[in-house]
């Protein structure tokens, strides 16, 4: 049975999913573009990289902190999640790079789990992203332009303070409903996407065919031992 991470472990566990969230404004989708997927099946994948990360930090003598903070040490970090230039980069279509190591504990539990780490990588950061390309192309639809200029005149007049850079969400999503925007966006965006997911099918493919291979080794290995629980001091396992 898999246990519930404790809060250290899960702000861990996040950051070696590799996620990102976009921030406010207003072309920032409001989920990634990856197949919906089963919570269980996502938590074992999550706690079989910690299982793998923990064993490998234990070979260096390193251990998964309690507070997450003290995920800044230098050496845990370089342990973690390798040092010197990434040797892995995607640039996407819309202008983003993403990059990552093939050293580290993270890189090492990657390729364990899913067989080939640079597929894995292209596969997730170019399936992650199909949403976000989707959005770059609605906006050259004529009523997304318009949409958009409402947008940023509205946005324009923000709280006093507020960097000029700077949109707060409160304020983004205000004028994406006052400007007409959200609804454009939920008009255009099922008919881009699928077009873009249609011409990354063999990515969406290669995604699915190493999540099910990631899965089954992850099932062997968990079911193989007790589930890693890291707690914060002071507290008690469940």
Known sequence: MLRRLAPAATAVALLLTGCT???PGPDAPARNSAPVTDPAEDDLLKTAQLTLVTRCLARQGLALPTRTHSTEDPRLQSALFGTGPSELSLTLPTGATVT?????????????LYGDQ?????AQVTVNNLRALAADRMKTDPAHRAAMARWTDCAATRPRGTLPDRVPP??????AVQSGLMDVRARLEPAELARVRAERRDQLTTYQQLRTRALRRASALIGAQPAITIQPKGTEGT
């Not at 990552?100 to 539990?109: E, K, R, S």
């Not at 640079?118 to 292209?122: E, T, V």
């Open 170 to 175: 409160a304020v983004a999503d205000r004028c």
């Open 118 to 122: 640079r597929r894995w990588f292209h």
């Open 100 to 112: 990552a190591h093939t050293d580290g504990c993270l890189a090492d539990a990657l390729h364990t």
């Open 21 to 23: 969230t976009p921030g």
